[in-house]
T-cell receptor, first 112, second 114 residues
Framework: TQLLEQSPQFLSIQEGENLTVYCNSS?????LQWYRQEPGEGPVLLVT?????EVKKLKRLTFQFGDARKDSSLHITAAQPGDTGLYLC????????????FGQGTELSVKP | GAGVSQSPSNKVTEKGKDVELRCDPI?????LYWYRQSLGQGLEFLIY????????KSGLPSDRFSAERTGGSVSTLTIQRTQQEDSAVYLC????????????FGEGSRLTVL
């Protein structure tokens, strides 16, 4: 059974601070995705990383896929209240078609 | 609309009753997923359909849960003899299985079992 462990589970910070969310597994994934979810809505894709060691930047968000394809991180610079939400990582196990396994999520609150 | 549509958005039922949740995926998407989400938690994989292949049912928590997808489009998740622990938001997603692998989610069906 593939599991994705996210940490921290909860994070409350002040506007302007930096933060990092981690997603770890003992399994190898063909790709890994990060989603953001707001209350009452479905998750929305932020990024997909497919190559070990890959780094992608999306404005103030930086995503990294570990060299061994077992872990990933999301770093937010100068967090803003609009970044508040539930951040979910999701991995695609090898040889299981398009099946996607989600982590338990990181609830981020950015206070003005 | 062009997005994933789920119905009902809210369902309150009594313990022991059967419920059906419906998902209308984005037209042309070959992959369809069902996930379950408890309050503030991550998504628990339930079942995955891809084209005409046999569905991956490995996440269904018990034989009270079943799902079908008719004509490669609309899907129905059925929960028989509901229990209180079935209370959750049931999310459906579809994907075109392109290089991004992006899943497009509906807003979910919130199920409350009294």
């Amino acid at each position: 059974t593939q599991l994705l462990e996210q940490s921290p589970q909860f994070l409350s910070i002040q506007e302007g601070e930096n933060l990092t969310v981690y997603c770890n597994s003992s399994s190898v994934f063909s790709s890994l995705q990060w989603y953001r979810q707001e209350p009452g809505e479905g998750p929305v894709l932020l990024v997909t990383v497919v190559t070990g060691g890959e780094v992608k930047k999306l404005k103030r968000l930086t995503f990294q896929f570990g060299d061994a394809r077992k872990d990933s991180s999301l770093h937010i610079t100068a967090a803003q209240p609009g970044d508040t939400g539930l951040y979910l990582c999701a991995g695609a196990p090898y040889n299981q078609g398009g099946k996607l396994i989600f982590g338990q999520g990181t609830e981020l609150s950015v206070k003005p | 609309g062009a997005g994933v549509s789920q119905s009902p958005s809210n369902k309150v039922t009594e313990k022991g009753k059967d419920v059906e949740l419906r998902c209308d995926p984005i037209s042309g998407h070959t992959a369809l997923y069902w996930y379950r989400q408890s309050l503030g938690q991550g998504l628990e994989f339930l079942i995955y359909f891809q084209g005409n292949s046999a569905p991956d049912k490995s996440g269904l928590p018990s034989d009270r849960f079943s799902a079908e997808r008719t004509g490669g489009s609309v899907s129905t998740l059925t929960i028989q003899r509901t229990q209180q622990e079935d209370s959750a938001v049931y999310l459906c997603a579809s994907s075109s299985w392109d290089i991004s692998g992006e899943l497009f989610f509906g807003e979910g069906s919130r199920l409350t079992v009294l």
